[in-house]
């Protein structure tokens, strides 16, 4: 099976081919590293840029202006914070105009922990993205969601930011691509670079990939249970997944949000309704964290529901996530600290 | 003022007559907000013998195969000149809900006119010179397009990295981009003089660093503008690649409404200074020229009068355009 990585460069190919994207472009993105995490490998329209982040974001914005399709990257979210300006312009400029000049372009960096990045290759931007007007933010949690997620995102008006968690891009997908060759040893051929001087004449030999969208906006039951609701997205959503595997006497259901902004309120509330408890995980700092919104609403929407206090796990009020692994561990939630909160929200429910 | 006369007088009486209507129509908003009528100005007088032929060299209209604009908050001259009625400028002073740029939510002189490819103005001092670059290298790759972009700035606008963005992704070899970039420097920010703030000998001389073919230029001069402008654009159109003009301009009018809006008569009039030249060249009698100026003032008075009977925009509108295509962006509804 296509790995994360993999999906996301299929659903650019799909792009370029069939919905009209035209330009795909970041830092190393072109010929010959195809982006340091390969996500942009092989395609026809990516090209290198300056080491210019907010030339990266301006551009996005001057192509889109014109109604032209544009994929830019971000290397890492870490550096998207001197962009933050133009992020915000980008989502104000329809609302500016009036209605006139929709932004139809997707920003994509690699978010998050996992990878003992250290200080500026794990951060998250999940939480900041969210306060920007006028975009729409998405984060997968497998290759199938990647690919869908990318699809609906370029073909989408309005500015896209796509948020890859970086500790999955390797991932293997546990669903078929549609298009996808059976056999992974023979994906791998046809669409990653060789290393070294093979690489200069290499072409991919693309798979008759198929149109398959996960529309924005929709999050996903992954797993349905009784007795609490635990919501997450990305790589978080990951731990999660791994926390419920062997945990006795809870019944879990797992919701993986994918959309950020606009968030799945429907599915999120229908189903703390249900289990009348709630836990919502993910990586950013934890003060005015995008979960406590969530946790908010679901006290004034359901109050009356709950037996415990909805939950937010989330990254700590830390300047940064250190390098040493237990630092890390410190720092962002991990599995254990997942179950140790359900396990308090069932033990603390009244 | 230039005295090579290579403009046929009906162009040169065509530039005053744009420089005047753009002056008149500076000197009402000025007026608006003075009348505790507008929340706020900021504009152009100083800069119509720059912005004027600008306006008149744009191959103006919609869409990748005409020239695209990204103006700062004293482009209106410019866009009097493209052909922009007073109505419009009077709406966004006086916020209105028929304000085809933003329906009254954007400042004063910050357009946003799609029909003639005139990107949203932003208060924000740099970003359209990381925003232009997108825009034209979108034309760069149309095959046998001649359109080009034009971003213009101010002097301290240029020490935003937004301007050094624009001249490295403009110039990048073999990939240069047919952008003009001018800066229209008068001098100051805000209260910062220019004269304090720069080592270089002139904004140009850092295009020039980047092999950009560079100019200063009297922007106070039409003639020299029009000039020059109108080289560097069909330089542009044919041979794809950006060319940097400074212009030196007037701040007539101070700042802005913040810094009280007052006529600064130390600093030089160029709509003044051309139309001596004109009456002394005899292309126009000071009889004529008054008739221009009374003319332009009446329409300004009765426009208002029309435009401040037009609707204010509603509350319960704000939600609208946040997301294309009536799409609800209020998490409240989701
Ligand atoms: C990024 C940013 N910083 C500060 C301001 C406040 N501000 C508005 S105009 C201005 C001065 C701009 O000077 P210049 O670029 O020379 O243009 P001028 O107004 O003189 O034409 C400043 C500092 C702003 N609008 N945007």
Redesign the pocket.
């Known amino acids: 099976m296509a790995t994360m990585v993999q999906g996301i460069r299929m659903a650019l190919h799909y792009g370029e081919r069939h919905l009209d994207l035209k330009d795909i472009f970041g830092q190393d993105a072109g010929p010959p590293l195809g982006g340091v995490f390969t996500a942009t490998q092989g395609l026809k329209t990516a090209w290198n840029t300056p080491l210019d982040e907010r030339g990266i974001v301006g551009t996005a914005i001057g192509i889109a202006m014109t109604g032209q399709r544009c994929v830019g990257e971000i290397q890492f979210a870490d550096y998207i914070f001197n962009t933050i300006?133009l992020l915000k312009l980008a989502g104000n400029n329809l609302w500016c105009s009036h209605g006139q000049f929709p932004l139809p372009l997707v920003l994509m960096t690699p978010s998050g922990a996992g990878i003992h990045g250290s200080i500026y290759h794990s951060h998250s931007f999940d939480s900041w993205a969210v306060r920007l007007a006028g975009w729409k933010v998405v984060c997968p949690s497998n290759a199938l969601d990647a690919y869908g997620l990318m699809i609906s995102a370029i073909l989408d008006p309005n500015p896209v930011l796509y948020l890859k968690p970086k500790a999955l891009l390797r991932v293997k997908s546990k669903d078929k691509i549609p298009g996808e060759p059976e056999d992974e040893k023979e994906l791998k051929k046809r669409i990653d670079a060789p290393i070294g001087s093979a690489r200069e004449n290499w072409k991919p030999n693309w798979p008759l990939l198929q149109e398959y969208k996960v529309p924005i906006g929709k999050g996903k039951i992954v797993q349905e249970g009784e007795d609490l609701t635990l919501i997450s997205f990305g790589r978080s959503f990951y731990l999660c997944e791994q926390a419920i595997k062997n945990l006795k006497d809870v019944s879990v259901e797992l919701i993986d949000l994918r959309s950020l902004y606009p968030y799945d309120w429907k599915l999120i509330k229908s189903s703390f309704q249900k289990t009348r408890r709630a836990l919502i995980v993910n990586e950013d700092t934890e003060v005015a964290n995008f979960a406590e919104h969530l946790a908010y609403r679901m006290v004034q929407e359901g109050f009356y529901h709950l037996l415990a206090p909805p939950s937010v796990l989330s990254g700590k009020q830390v300047p940064g996530v250190g390098l040493n692994p237990n630092l890390e561990s410190a720092t962002v939630p991990q599995v254990s600290d997942i179950q140790k909160e359900i396990q308090k929200l069932i033990a603390d429910s009244w | 003022m230039t005295k090579q006369l290579s403009l046929s007088k009906e162009q040169l009486i065509k530039i005053y007559d744009l420089m005047v209507k753009a002056r008149v129509t500076e000197e009402r908003l000025i007026h608006i907000y003075k009348q505790g009528l507008g929340y706020f100005w900021?504009g152009g007088p100083g800069e119509e013998a720059f912005a004027v032929p600008l306006g008149l060299l744009i191959d103006k209209g919609r869409g990748i195969n005409k020239d695209w604009l990204y103006l700062?908050?004293?482009g209106l001259p410019t866009l009097i000149a493209m052909g922009l009625s007073m109505k419009e400028a009077f709406r966004t002073v006086l916020n209105k809900a028929t304000d085809q740029s933003s329906g009254g939510r954007n400042f004063v002189n910050h357009y946003s006119l799609p029909q003639w490819n005139v990107a949203p103005v932003t208060?924000?001092?740099?970003?359209q010179y990381s925003m232009a670059i997108g825009t034209a290298y979108a034309q760069s790759r149309t095959k046998d397009s001649k359109s080009l972009t034009v971003v213009t700035?101010?002097?301290?606008?240029?020490h935003?990295g937004d301007f050094a963005t624009c001249l490295i992704w403009s110039s990048r070899p073999k990939k240069e981009l047919p952008l003009l970039i001018t800066v229209?420097?008068?001098q100051?920010?805000?209260s910062?003089s220019?004269a304090n703030q720069h080592g270089s000998k002139s904004i140009a001389d850092r295009a020039r660093a980047f092999q950009i073919e560079s100019y200063v230029i009297d922007g106070n001069d039409p003639v020299e503008s029009y000039h020059q402008l109108s080289q560097a654009i069909q330089n542009i159109r044919k041979n794809r690649r950006p060319v940097f003009i400074e212009a030196k301009v007037s701040?007539l009018y101070g700042?802005?409404s913040a810094s009280g809006a007052n006529y600064v008569k130390e600093e030089e009039c160029c709509v003044k200074k051309f139309e001596s030249f004109l009456i002394k060249e005899k292309l126009l009698t000071k009889k004529q020229s008054e008739e221009i100026w009374f003319n332009y003032k009446e329409e300004a008075k009765k426009t208002q009068r029309e435009v401040m009977k037009e609707e204010d925009p509603q509350g319960n509108t704000i939600w609208n355009y946040i997301y294309d295509k009536g799409e609800n962006a209020d998490w409240r509804k989701f």
């Open positions: 300006d | 900021i700062h908050y004293r208060s924000v001092i740099g970003v700035g101010g002097d301290a606008g240029s935003e229209q420097n008068n100051w920010g805000i910062t220019y701040r700042h802005s």
